[in-house]
């Protein structure tokens, strides 16, 4: 595969390879409840970790790590902080929210073959790294854009792919032998799955509404959404662009 | 388009398809001195925003938004930020670093056609979203995971982007008027380009070097690179899989 992306560098892309990213984007999701116990093959995760090296950082920072896990005793200990974890945030709501909450499936840590715990670590490359004096988050976001290559690419290889956020990152960096100064950013669940679903599970169960593209685009200064000078796109966002 | 992606869902991907994903991956760049003075055609920047727009979000809070910017005044503005900002964090390094760094061209604000700043609003379907209890951060990561989408999108309609963090957030707020919940992420300049880098500016300039892959996997725990039961990937991942 080297040679055959290297040579495209600065080629345009074709419409299948386009569509391609586009496919990868609106049919990826958050998977929680289709995981099959087939095992994911050493090439295919290294190629899906690649990507995910390859995102964009802040100064070149490269400030992520990635912690593959299998080590049942560790999933389990995982799943416990997962269970305190929602137990105590549906204390936060109230019935009927609250039994739908309970109800909803939002994990699949045990039944997914591989965890991945995907890290931060601010002293790589630092203390000054280019671009991120004036906004210190700014490596954060670059783990994240990491974490969004890696799901596309699981995406495109039939991989799921589910972020638990329902979690004590206390437990997260004790079972996993973090230095203080590490930040955990995601825990992830991948595995191959017999389907993905046409819509998110959160859109499908009614708990909330997909919004509208133009309810989320302003021109030139918060909350504008009629300046004189962007009309045309006005129109064209206004028109059902939803795919998925 | 829409039909065309809709009845792929849950089919697999030929290899043309997943690779214009991977090489959307591997040949995006962070685009500073490249722009051409091309307009973005309001059909392309609809769909670019469109592919952000369908990125994963916490409890699906969708918390971005989205606003466009090609006003000079406002450009000319945030580009001051800019300049003040490079300025002061240039203090916090020593020669022969310093010139070196006040040498590089770190945006393209007014030379690209579009710029654009992708917001998180906390509030948003709030305050309890599903999977931000136990760790609030998740709100500010879906964002950037919107941010990555809208990157690889813009790549393979050959437009290029660049992520200006030397900037001041204050300055960002009080000129886009934002709320004071609302907190700036990015600011983004977007526009066709003479050519997309082969690797990145900082790589090139012997600023800092690309990782090997090997160096940012883990296994099971914390700097744990040898654990017996990843043995077959860790030759894999020892071998060259850096496409770009």
């Known amino acids: 595969m080297k040679d055959r992306i290297k040579g495209k560098m600065t080629e345009k892309f074709t419409n299948e390879e386009k ?30 970790l690649n990507a995910a090296h390859h995102a964009p950082s802040v100064g070149f920072s490269q400030p992520w790590n990635f912690i593959l896990i299998k080590d049942p005793q560790t999933k389990a200990r995982i799943k416990k902080s997962f269970e305190e974890e929602k137990e105590s945030s549906s204390q936060l709501i109230e019935e009927p929210k609250k039994s739908k909450y309970l109800s909803f499936k939002l994990e699949g840590i045990l039944e997914s073959p591989v965890n991945l715990c995907v890290t931060y670590d601010p002293s790589k490359f630092g203390p000054f790294v280019i671009g991120r004096s004036s906004i210190p988050e700014a490596g954060l976001y670059s783990v994240c854009c990491a974490i969004q290559n890696l799901w596309l690419a699981a995406r495109t290889e039939g991989v799921g792919l589910g972020w638990v956020s329902i979690l004590s990152n206390d437990v997260l960096k004790e079972v996993l032998d973090l230095p203080s100064h590490v930040i955990p950013i995601a825990y992830l669940c991948l595995g191959y799955v017999d389907e993905f679903a046409s819509k998110p599970d959160l859109e499908t169960a009614g708990w909330l509404p997909r919004l509208s593209l133009k309810d989320v685009i302003y021109f030139e200064k918060w909350e504008d959404k009629e300046n004189l000078n962007w009309k045309n796109i006005q129109e064209i966002i206004k028109t059902n662009l939803d795919y998925a």
């Open 19 to 48: 569509n391609g990213l586009y496919k990868a984007i609106h049919s990826r999701r958050d998977v929680r409840s289709h995981f099959i116990p087939k095992l994911i093959e050493d090439e295919i995760l290294s190629r899906i």
